[in-house]
Protein backbone atom coordinates (compact mmCIF):
# COMPACT_ATOMS: atom_id res chain seq x y z
CA UNK A 1 0.00 0.00 0.00
CA UNK A 2 1.15 3.76 -1.31
CA UNK A 3 1.82 5.86 2.21
CA UNK A 4 -0.90 8.08 -0.01
CA UNK A 5 -3.21 5.80 0.02
CA UNK A 6 -2.73 4.66 3.57
CA UNK A 7 -3.43 8.18 4.92
CA UNK A 8 -7.12 7.86 3.14
CA UNK A 9 -10.26 7.28 5.95
CA UNK A 10 -7.92 7.33 8.76
CA UNK A 11 -8.11 6.75 12.56
CA UNK A 12 -6.04 9.32 13.47
CA UNK A 13 -4.37 12.89 12.10
CA UNK A 14 -1.78 12.48 10.61
CA UNK A 15 1.16 15.23 11.83
CA UNK A 16 2.93 17.06 9.48
CA UNK A 17 5.75 19.57 9.58
CA UNK A 18 6.32 22.93 7.29
CA UNK A 19 8.71 25.84 7.90
CA UNK A 20 8.64 29.28 6.78
CA UNK A 21 12.68 29.49 5.95
CA UNK A 22 14.09 33.06 5.78
CA UNK A 23 17.06 33.69 3.76
CA UNK A 24 17.68 37.59 3.79
CA UNK A 25 14.11 39.01 3.37
CA UNK A 26 12.48 36.51 1.78
CA UNK A 27 11.18 33.24 2.34
CA UNK A 28 11.06 29.71 0.33
CA UNK A 29 7.51 28.75 -1.38
CA UNK A 30 7.09 26.18 -3.46
CA UNK A 31 4.81 24.43 -5.65
CA UNK A 32 2.95 21.67 -5.21
CA UNK A 33 3.53 18.58 -7.92
CA UNK A 34 0.11 16.86 -6.96
CA UNK A 35 -2.74 18.39 -6.22
CA UNK A 36 -4.25 20.33 -5.29
CA UNK A 37 -1.47 22.36 -7.48
CA UNK A 38 -0.76 25.19 -5.23
CA UNK A 39 2.12 26.77 -3.41
CA UNK A 40 2.86 26.66 0.00
CA UNK A 41 6.23 26.21 2.69
CA UNK A 42 8.27 23.36 2.28
CA UNK A 43 7.31 19.82 4.34
CA UNK A 44 5.36 17.15 4.54
CA UNK A 45 4.20 14.02 6.85
CA UNK A 46 6.40 13.26 9.90
CA UNK A 47 7.66 9.56 9.58
CA UNK A 48 8.52 7.69 12.38
CA UNK A 49 11.97 9.03 13.48
CA UNK A 50 12.27 11.89 10.97
CA UNK A 51 13.13 15.52 12.12
CA UNK A 52 11.91 18.58 11.13
CA UNK A 53 15.40 19.49 9.41
CA UNK A 54 15.42 16.00 7.69
CA UNK A 55 11.64 17.15 5.96
CA UNK A 56 13.07 20.14 4.18
CA UNK A 57 16.46 18.90 2.59
CA UNK A 58 18.02 22.72 3.61
CA UNK A 59 20.48 23.17 6.38
CA UNK A 60 18.07 25.57 8.47
CA UNK A 61 17.57 26.70 12.39
CA UNK A 62 13.95 26.03 13.82
CA UNK A 63 13.37 29.49 15.86
CA UNK A 64 10.02 28.86 17.09
CA UNK A 65 6.67 27.48 16.13
CA UNK A 66 5.16 30.44 13.87
CA UNK A 67 1.79 28.39 13.71
CA UNK A 68 -0.24 25.99 12.50
CA UNK A 69 -3.32 24.39 10.10
CA UNK A 70 -5.82 21.63 10.60
CA UNK A 71 -6.38 20.23 7.39
CA UNK A 72 -9.59 17.94 7.08
CA UNK A 73 -11.74 17.04 4.24
CA UNK A 74 -14.74 14.74 3.99
CA UNK A 75 -15.81 12.26 1.09
CA UNK A 76 -19.59 12.95 0.19
CA UNK A 77 -20.95 10.82 3.17
CA UNK A 78 -18.92 13.36 5.28
CA UNK A 79 -16.96 10.74 6.43
CA UNK A 80 -13.44 11.98 6.96
CA UNK A 81 -11.11 11.20 3.78
CA UNK A 82 -7.96 12.67 5.25
CA UNK A 83 -6.95 15.00 8.53
CA UNK A 84 -3.68 16.42 8.67
CA UNK A 85 -2.21 18.77 11.95
CA UNK A 86 0.50 20.88 10.12
CA UNK A 87 2.93 22.57 12.48
CA UNK A 88 4.33 25.69 10.36
CA UNK A 89 7.97 26.63 11.71
CA UNK A 90 9.93 29.66 11.47
CA UNK A 91 13.32 29.13 10.57
CA UNK A 92 16.62 30.68 8.98
CA UNK A 93 18.05 29.34 6.04
CA UNK A 94 21.43 28.67 6.91
CA UNK A 95 22.55 26.22 3.60
CA UNK A 96 21.58 24.55 0.98
CA UNK A 97 19.14 24.37 -1.97
CA UNK A 98 15.82 23.52 -2.81
CA UNK A 99 15.78 20.05 -4.57
CA UNK A 100 12.57 19.40 -6.72
CA UNK A 101 11.83 16.01 -6.64
CA UNK A 102 8.13 14.46 -7.22
CA UNK A 103 6.39 16.00 -4.72
CA UNK A 104 7.48 19.71 -5.55
CA UNK A 105 7.61 21.26 -8.91
CA UNK A 106 8.47 24.48 -8.41
CA UNK A 107 10.49 26.42 -5.46
CA UNK A 108 11.78 30.17 -5.17
CA UNK A 109 12.47 32.49 -2.52
CA UNK A 110 9.97 35.22 -2.25
CA UNK A 111 9.42 38.55 -0.16
CA UNK A 112 6.04 38.38 1.64
CA UNK A 113 4.87 41.26 0.00
CA UNK A 114 4.76 39.24 -3.07
CA UNK A 115 2.75 36.76 -1.77
CA UNK A 116 -0.50 37.82 -3.28
CA UNK A 117 0.07 36.95 -6.47
CA UNK A 118 0.26 33.13 -5.95
CA UNK A 119 -2.63 30.78 -5.24
CA UNK A 120 -1.85 29.13 -2.33
CA UNK A 121 -2.49 27.19 0.99
CA UNK A 122 -4.84 28.50 3.14
CA UNK A 123 -3.82 30.71 5.71
CA UNK A 124 -0.34 30.84 4.36
CA UNK A 125 -0.47 34.83 4.33
CA UNK A 126 -0.61 34.29 8.41
CA UNK A 127 1.62 32.09 8.83
CA UNK A 128 4.47 33.88 6.86
CA UNK A 129 3.82 36.92 8.53
CA UNK A 130 3.94 35.42 11.93
CA UNK A 131 7.29 33.85 10.99
CA UNK A 132 9.09 36.85 10.06
CA UNK A 133 7.82 38.02 13.41
CA UNK A 134 9.29 35.60 15.58
CA UNK A 135 12.47 35.28 13.82
CA UNK A 136 13.07 39.08 13.63
CA UNK A 137 12.16 38.78 17.76
CA UNK A 138 14.77 36.37 17.75
CA UNK A 139 17.58 38.73 16.57
Aim: without cysteine; aromatic residues 8%; hydrophobic residues 45%.
Amino acid sequence: MSATASRTYPDRPFVAVSAAIVRDDRFLLVRRARPPYVHTLPGGVVETGETLVEETSLVIEPAGLAGYREAITRDPEQRVLRHFLVMAFAAHWRGGEPVLNDELSEARWITPAALSGFETTEGLAGIVEAAFALLAQAR
